[in-house]
């Protein structure tokens, strides 16, 4: 590869990091990175403006270097023509309807198609694959553990937000179920005690023993979502990330039991890379034949 080194970026609904990214050894440089706090609230401009600084923060580390970036973008978002479709979430309002990619490009003075971005949630998958747990296989599935519940595909080098956060699951929908949510609610009810997050949950672990059984069900509830999951797409690797996969001792021989069980052996990998997955993945958007 002539020039392996592309700006990794990541949006989110506060922030921006971006990272020079080597595509040759498959590695993050954290020490050519940019991070920036954003206001979501503010004028198309200035948003831009602001993501931009990052990024030529980044750039100017390797001055000489081809300008070529990848970004993980939040959606609804047109990703092949750069057009921002973000409404009623709080954040980016003042994009909508307009040609992001052509508003960078002219700030960062280089040409629309040297920016490619993709959608955020298949971005942490494609990371993951590109240099991360899922690294050597060919077809993947993801899941993102924490406030929410994200899904991820990768199948024929193309990574995609699987969104099945909604599916239907029990009683109502699989993020009730497989979320922080669900595991701090069920302390809840049956110690009475409310604690901030998970990491907190299992400070409690080794005096708690009623926090072993509620992690064992979260284990199971994840093996019965991932099993449709799995015979739909035919995956040969699960890579589980998120907050909560920190915590993956707790419940993931139960998930792996609980698929054994239905005849899925399929394997299951913790993911890796934490954030940086997101900007590994946005700059793998770069790599021919993933």
């Known amino acids: 590869m002539n020039n392996p080194l592309v700006a990794g970026v990541d ?3 506060s922030h921006i990091t971006a990272a020079l990214v080597d595509l040759e050894v498959r590695s993050v440089l954290p020490a050519f990175s940019a991070r920036k706090h954003i206001n979501a609230q503010e004028d198309a401009a200035s948003i831009v403006n602001d993501w931009c600084e990052a990024i030529v923060e980044v750039f100017a580390s390797q001055p000489a270097m081809p300008r070529r970036v990848g970004i993980a973008m939040p959606g609804p978002f047109d990703y092949e023509n750069g057009i921002s479709f973000i409404k009623d979430q709080n954040k980016y309002q003042s994009l909508y309807g307009l040609n992001v990619k052509e508003m960078m490009a002219e700030r960062l003075g280089i040409e629309p198609d040297q920016i490619r971005l993709m959608n ?3 971005c942490f998958l494609q990371g993951e694959v590109v240099g991360g747990a899922g690294r050597g296989y060919k077809s993947a599935i993801g899941v993102t553990l924490g406030t929410g ?5 990768f199948h024929q080098g193309i ?3 699987a969104n099945l956060w909604c599916a239907p699951f029990r009683d109502s929908i699989a993020e009730d179920y497989i979320s922080a949510r669900w595991l701090i609610n069920t302390y809840e009810q049956q110690s ?3 604690v901030e997050n998970v990491k907190d949950l299992v400070a409690l672990i080794r005096t708690d023993p009623r926090i072993k059984d509620i992690f064992k069900e979260f284990g199971q509830n994840l093996a019965a979502f991932l099993t449709g999951f799995i015979r739909d797409n035919n995956p040969e690797v699960v890579v589980i990330g998120g907050n ?3 915590s993956a001792e707790w419940f993931l021989a139960h998930t792996e039991a609980a698929l054994l069980a239905q005849s899925i052996a399929t394997p299951l990998r913790v993911a890796r890379l934490g954030e940086d997955a997101h900007i590994m993945g946005a700059a793998g958007c770069w790599i021919e034949n993933l």
Do not use: M, Q, S, W
Request: aromatic share 0%; no cysteine.
């Open 11 to 13: 949006i989110g609904g």
């Open 120 to 122: 955020d949630a298949g």
């Open 149 to 153: 519940l994200g899904t991820a595909t």
């Open 159 to 161: 990574a995609k937000d």
């Open 192 to 194: 009475g005690t409310l």
């Open 244 to 246: 909560i996969a920190r």
